[in-house]
């Protein structure tokens, strides 16, 4: 909330010009006349205490007209009405994600450092999260508290669902989150690095689902397929547990991913390092923008008041001095 100020009547304030002239004219008709001060009895300090009544009545004359003119303060309120887009992101935990070609850390640790920006950027946006593996969790309904969207972001964790990588079920679930959702535009960010192996719902069933169901489904294929370094856990000897890397051959099904997009009036992306990664969701917050209307609201309110009351004030200072003896009235 702010306040502006505003006149009323501002044409009045033309009249303020006429002020300089009153002056000019008091001083010339005061040099001609010079000799109207001797009947008049000496005051100490200088001549400017003669001029001292005129010049404080014509400030007065310059508030009343200040105060004629109604100058008024408008309060403005600002309202932010936005049509959200309701956002499910759709994450794989399989085990492939713990791939360590996103140095220095692996593709889930990246996923979820640049999802935390994605969401801070979608103020006025309900966005939820379902993590995947060999089945499907929502760990996040949709939701417009972005602060526990964090909080459960931050929590997700690999091997914490049986390991596979089902896609169809995973759309699926995030489908049937945003089915009943009022917005204007939905959408679904799926980020997989692997290939429809677990489930029991076609992807193709599920992107047709999407489809029908208004959904536009962005899919983010996360690593190149090939032979990467996988981090596993294994017992050695004396039955600890240790973590061993080997290398893993991991597939990314490309035709797949490009497939539900292109159906779902979405687009495929490919992210092949922590980079190219930030700057895809930076391309998908770019091409989902929300909506924004601003409305604005001005409540004036008067105040010429203490103008009359300052300009009554400088109308009589002149006599209180006078009577004072610190002026003199002709």
Not at 53 to 68: K, N, Q
Not at 87 to 104: C, H, N, R, T
Not at 160 to 176: E, F
């Amino acid at each position: 909330m702010s306040n502006l100020p505003n006149f009323q009547d501002p044409w009045i304030l033309l009249a303020l010009l006429t002020l300089p002239p009153l002056a000019w004219w008091r001083h010339r008709q005061r040099g001609h006349g010079a000799l109207t001060y001797s009947s008049l009895p000496a005051v100490a300090g200088g001549s400017w205490r003669l001029h001292l009544p005129f010049y404080l009545r014509l400030v007065a004359l310059g508030l009343l007209i200040v105060a004629l003119a109604r100058p008024q303060f408008g309060f403005t309120r600002e309202e932010n009405l936005t049509e959200g887009i309701d956002i499910q992101v759709v994450l794989d935990i399989s085990g492939s994600m713990a791939a360590e070609d996103f140095q220095p850390r692996n593709r889930l640790t990246v996923a979820k450092d640049v999802m935390r920006e994605f969401i801070d950027k979608r103020v006025g946006d309900r966005i939820g999260i379902v993590i995947f593996a060999g089945r499907s969790l929502t760990k996040a309904p949709l939701t417009s508290d972005h602060q526990m969207l964090q909080f459960l972001l931050d929590s997700i964790e690999l091997n914490t669902l049986p390991d596979g990588t089902a896609i169809g079920l995973a759309l699926t679930n995030a489908a049937a989150r945003l089915k009943d959702s009022a917005a204007k535009t939905k959408i679904a960010v799926l980020v997989t690095d692997g290939v429809n192996n677990a489930g029991n719902v076609d992807p193709d069933a599920a992107a047709a689902l999407c489809e029908g169901l208004g959904i536009k489904v962005y899919t983010i294929g996360v690593g190149t397929s090939g032979t990467v370094p996988v981090p596993v856990q294994v017992r050695g000897l004396g039955g600890r547990i240790e973590t061993r890397r080997m290398a893993m051959n991991v597939e990314v099904d490309e035709e797949l991913l490009q497939k539900i997009a292109e159906r779902t009036g979405g687009q495929f992306f490919q992210a092949t390092d922590p980079q190219s990664l930030r700057a895809i969701f930076d391309e998908i917050d770019e091409l989902e923008k929300t909506p924004l209307e601003t409305k604005r609201y001005i409540r004036y309110k008067e105040s010429f008041q203490p103008l009359v009351y300052a300009a009554l004030a400088f109308l009589f200072l002149p006599l209180l001095l006078a009577s004072l003896g610190w002026t003199v009235e002709p």
